[in-house]
């Protein structure tokens, strides 16, 4: 059984910075490429970025190119995001997944964590 609990949510004022990470528990790590995804109140979940189980390739929506950068530590089981230049619409409940691929969309991700609120003041 694969458990992922994310953590670093919070409240945070526009233009600042968070790191949010996901502690992967249960099977061997490294053999995931890992992903997150956010979703906004009223809105679906949308891809935010993926990396690959050695951490060689990367994927970013759109919206957060240049913006935020994903990483992970296979030694830790941890995958990180971290987020600078943050704007109010960045304000989501963000999602770890894993997965065998490294993939945009949620439907491909075997394993899901619970969430951590992220919200950015104006």
């Known amino acids: 059984q694969v458990q992922l609990v994310e953590s670093g949510g919070g409240l945070v004022e526009a233009g600042g910075s968070l790191r949010l990470s996901c502690v992967v528990s249960?099977?061997?790590?490294?053999?995931?490429?890992m992903g997150w995804f956010r979703q906004a109140p009223g809105k679906g979940r949308m891809f935010v970025a993926a990396i690959s189980r050695n951490g060689g390739a990367t994927k970013y929506g759109d919206s957060v190119k240049g913006r935020f950068t994903i990483s992970r530590d296979n030694a830790k089981s941890t995958v990180y995001l971290q987020m600078n230049s943050l704007k109010p619409e960045d304000t989501a409940v963000y999602y770890c997944?894993?997965?065998?691929?490294?993939?945009?969309?949620?439907?491909?991700?075997?394993?899901w964590g619970q969430g951590t609120q992220v919200t950015v003041s104006s």
């Open positions: 997944a894993a997965n065998h691929g490294i993939a945009t969309t949620q439907r491909a991700y075997d394993y």
């Open positions: 249960g099977r061997t790590f490294s053999i995931y490429d």
